[in-house]
């Protein structure tokens, strides 16, 4: 069926004339009038009948016009229905020293209109990542120098030596069990070796356990088996939820250990410095706020 002539007979309906519908309807009367008359044939019954100088509907034509109604309201719904409007990508790759207080701060992003993937990352596929546009940003603290990318500085943190409570206390920082990343860093600008920023050169560690996994370093720590460097931000967050005994407290470091980093935020050259990167920056600063 023609919805067409559905809508030609609604109008017909509403104004009791054939003339002034084709009028309204920009149509001639002769193919107003046949429309109708192959509506009726399609239907099997008649829908007008004079009435005067005009025409009234039939009960049939009472009906239909009733259903037509509905279903034309319906299909203009159908085809008027705005898309949803799309939502870009937000893909954030960044080290596990970042990722616990890049997922708690995340929250006072505005990231409504975009679908946002996390990833654990090591310096230098970051870079990688980035410049190859398959993450928008990288979040480091051992930038790798590449083409395509862009690196800013966005803020400094504090590094420190945590163990439990109650434990090491008195103990000199060489006789202190250390928990150590499994992994160095390949050559870089800043020259920082191992993972966690620890001067080994400087100041050798009773390297008592090894992890691939910041995560695992952190409960070996949180059982009273070693002691760990971390940043500040990261022992203030988890110091969060642990009460009493339970909390990680700072040991004394020899002053020639640098304990002051730097966070970088990576981005590729073409992208622009608009209201999202402004945000991701924000949300970077953020991270190592103690």
Sequence with gaps: ????????????????????????????????????????????????????????????GIRIYQNAKEFLAKEEQLFNVRPLPQKQPLRIGTVEIFLASLCENLGLMQVDNHTVTLLDLNPGQIEQLVADRQIEYGITYVPYPMDNITIIEAGKYQLGCYHLQGYFEKMNISEIHFVVPALGLSSNPLGIKERDGWLESVTPRNRKY???????????TLQGLCAIYIPKFLANNINKNRKGSNKLVEHAIPSVQKNMQRVFLIKHKDQPEDSSFREIKKLTQRLVQN
Excluded: W
């Design 210 to 220: 090894s992890v691939n996994l910041l995560s695992t370093g952190i409960e070996l």
């Design 1 to 60: 069926m023609d919805t067409n002539r559905l809508r030609q007979f609604c109008v017909i309906a509403e104004t009791g004339s054939m003339t002034k519908a084709a009028e309204l309807l920009h149509i001639t009367h002769s193919g107003l009038s046949k429309a109708m008359k192959l509506l009726q044939e399609e239907l099997g019954y008649a829908l007008l009948r004079p009435s005067g100088r005009g025409l009234a509907l039939t009960d049939d």
